[in-house]
């Protein structure tokens, strides 16, 4: 009896002190909440039917270190995050991913590559085939493309096509103009 008792405040002291580092706020979670919210290209789709928005994707590998840097530059900005929040439905897509996509009549899925590795099929049609991290692409509220933009931007650099983007100045000017003109 003594021993079962023992086990007893043994499991739950382990429940109390589990249920203590879950309620604690991941450092990760809180600086991404802090700084703008990531959506799946689903719930941006769904978000999207109620509340139409221009899309930014982020597509993304894990093993990318110009994608990581990024993360931790600019997309950490409160300006940025602010005006992608307030302007865009943020996508992170990772052109590895294994899960499946379906979007309208289509089924996007990982394919396996010779070498081992491999590409999501969403992200290969993003990018028209042109695989390189990290890379934005820009699409207006029914999902169609304004600008794919490869590379590693600094904050005022993304700050120049976010407006580009939802000022729709693509209406007027390419990029090209834009960038080297300004407005």
């Known amino acids: 009896m003594q021993y079962l008792t023992v086990i007893a405040i043994a499991a739950a002291t382990g429940l109390i002190g589990l249920a203590a580092q879950f309620s604690k706020t991941n450092p990760d979670q809180a600086a991404n909440e802090a700084h703008g919210k990531w959506y799946t290209w689903e719930e941006a789709v769904e978000l999207n039917k109620t509340k139409p928005k221009k899309i930014v994707v ?73 695989m390189s991290y990290p890379t934005l692409v820009y699409l207006d509220q029914d999902f169609r493309r304004i600008m794919v933009s490869p590379g590693y931007k600094e904050t005022h650099d993304l700050m120049k096509e976010l407006k580009f983007a939802k000022e729709e100045v693509y209406n007027q000017k390419t990029w090209e103009e834009y960038k080297e003109k300004g407005k």
């Open 58 to 130: 982020d597509i993304y590998t894990d093993w990318c270190g110009w994608c990581k840097k990024m993360d931790k530059g600019a997309f950490s900005d409160s300006k940025v995050s602010e005006y992608i929040g307030d302007n865009f439905y943020a996508v992170k897509l990772n052109a590895e991913q294994r899960d499946q996509i379906i979007f309208g009549r289509d089924t996007f899925s990982f394919v396996e590559t010779a070498n081992g590795k491999g590409v999501h099929t969403l992200a290969y049609a993003l990018l028209d085939g042109k």
